[in-house]
């Protein structure tokens, strides 16, 4: 099993750009989640999904989509990218109410210039 | 918010020592975790306590709840230079068809050889 995987592992973008960060899961997962990390803030949860079709929000949604059309891949859009998003992204995934463990994936590094 | 606080912030020990880090939170939980994260790279798991569950042990690992106080602390025992990394504490919250996991900023730890 290959786990999570994220592409790119480096982006540069310019401010108003849009771009998709690409996530996939072997594992059979139920639910997924997009999470951020910049210094000193630990993560913060952007979006999750629960199962192919459904998604919700997490705690700082704004300026991101994602869609959920299969249970292995769960890709996130930026739709204008602004300075702020400038951070590391991580996804993740895990066995939805039978176990809580999450697998991450190594991240994305976005750089929004 | 129920994030988990981890502290300290930091801590730098020398190897063979414990190291003690804590995590406090705001709400109800139905479990809390602890992840490590060495620099540049994504999240692992490393153990998963329950909200009924006081204690359990992984390795070298030693985690305790105390739901009364809304705190958890991660004992790592006998440490070596490998453990070297930034530690957090995510607490797991579930409600209908959702389940959020909510991460604390980190302790990063430094195990000097």
């Known amino acids: 099993n290959a786990g999570v995987t994220q592409t790119p592992k480096f982006q540069v973008l310019k401010t108003g750009q849009s771009m998709t960060l690409q996530c996939a899961q072997d594992?059979?997962?139920?639910?997924m989640s997009w999470y951020r990390q910049d210094p000193g803030m630990g993560l913060r949860l952007i979006h999750y999904s629960v199962g192919a079709g459904i998604t919700d929000q997490g705690e700082v949604p704004n300026g991101y989509n994602v869609s959920r059309s299969t249970t292995e891949d769960f890709p996130l859009r930026l739709l204008s990218a602004a300075p702020s998003q400038t951070s590391v992204y991580f996804c993740?995934?895990?066995?939805?109410?039978?176990?809580?463990?999450?697998?991450f994936g190594p991240g994305t590094r976005l750089l929004v210039l | 918010s129920q994030q988990g606080e981890e502290d300290p912030q930091a801590l730098s020990i020398q190897e063979g020592e414990n190291a003690t880090m804590n995590c406090s939170y705001k709400t109800s939980i139905n479990n809390l975790q602890w992840y490590r994260q060495n620099s540049g790279r994504g999240l692992v798991h490393l153990i998963l306590i329950r909200s009924n569950e006081r204690e359990k042990h992984s390795g070298r690992l030693r985690v305790t709840l105390d739901t009364s106080k809304k705190s958890s602390s991660l004992l790592i025992t006998a440490s070596r230079a490998a453990d070297t990394a930034s530690y957090f504490c995510a607490v797991g919250k579930s409600g209908g068809s959702n389940y959020k996991l909510t991460f604390g900023k980190g302790t990063l730890l430094t195990v000097n050889p």
């Open positions: 594992m059979n997962h139920e639910y």
């Open positions: 993740a995934s895990s066995l939805w109410r039978s176990a809580e463990t999450q697998y």
